[in-house]
DNA sequence: GCATGTTATGTTATATTATAACAATCGTCA
DNA sequence: TGACGATTGTTATAATATAACATAACATGC
């Protein structure tokens, strides 16, 4: 997979497409995209930086949508059950997800410069989690993969800034 | 790595080597193991289920110490600092580290049955992060793995109580 | 249409997790 | 011993998330 969040792209297709992608799915399994739920999903996608919960309910009040947290919490919980975000454990805030239709956990690259997260699918992590599960006999459900550091982009900007370093 | 904490084992011993191990190494390197760090830490070692940070705090009211929010703050950041536990974001929780003598920041196995997690120093997962972090330029400061599933243990018992399933 | 059940939203309150800020105390060592 | 840094005490508050119940919107069979 590219790593579409930390190399120059036309960001506006990526929130056209999150969010006709989420409407057609969301018709097809007879799931309601109302409004505010949507409107959700476009601020998550705003960028390829996660957004916290009381971020998003701070941008939905100021355009007059209900403000309350459980509005936020329930609009996060139907698209995340329905695979269209993911939430981000170790700082706790969510990222659009590149690729609905399989059910998936994404593994994540946050580079902690430009605090743009990427998701992977990496098929060495996949395979690396199931072995290290199988040798402990271990049943995966979920899991949580984060990797934090700098992204390319960020370290090639630090070397022009900083060659000698 | 064995998989001690999904292992019946002699608990006991877990303990008394984790605190020992943390005496000396505070000794070597001049940290002051105080009262009170040292009860949280053998309050986190109380088991191999992680334990929160109130949880911790309301235990350490019953036996007389000091329980405002920051007390069990800092006696986990310092812990945290030499290496002796880890914070598991998945579920906002702590659980001592068996190996703190090298840093590292591990990977875990957590149990929903029997909630308790496994520290794993899984070569193979350490090897795939690093390859797909090269694979897009990314340069690794910190990670968050975890595996959230059932272990052996409570899938044998599963298959007794209800083999047919 | 409209009664009914289900889904979604509104509203208030509160739970849970974590940190800021400043004061007081303790330990160490010149 | 006195001065400094590390540790702890204390109060308040920030940040994240959910419970509980009321109301509204929608869908569907009659």
């Known amino acids: 997979m590219l790593a579409t969040a930390f190399s120059p792209h036309d960001h506006t297709h990526c929130i056209s497409t999150a969010i006709s992608h989420a409407q ?9 995209l109302t409004p505010v739920r949507q409107r959700v999903l476009e601020l998550v996608w705003h960028s390829h930086q996660p957004i916290g919960a009381y971020e998003l309910l701070a941008r939905l009040a100021n355009e007059g949508f209900n403000s309350a947290p459980p509005t936020v919490y329930r609009a996060l919980e139907f698209l995340s059950e329905h695979g269209l975000l993911h939430k981000l454990d170790s ?18 690259l946050l580079c902690k410069v430009c605090n743009q997260a990427q998701e992977l699918d990496s098929q060495y992590i996949t395979l690396a989690l199931k072995l290290s599960a199988e040798q402990h006999g271990f049943e995966i459900q ?3 993969i984060e990797i934090v550091g ?16």
């Open 142 to 144: 979920s899991h949580t």
């Open 91 to 108: 700082i706790n805030a969510y990222v659009g997800c590149c690729n609905p239709d399989t059910p998936h956990q994404g593994h994540f």
């Open 150 to 165: 700098t992204c390319q982009g960020c370290l090639d900007k630090s070397k022009i800034v900083a060659p000698n370093l």
């Open 24 to 32: 057609s799915l969301c018709a097809d399994r007879g799931a309601r």
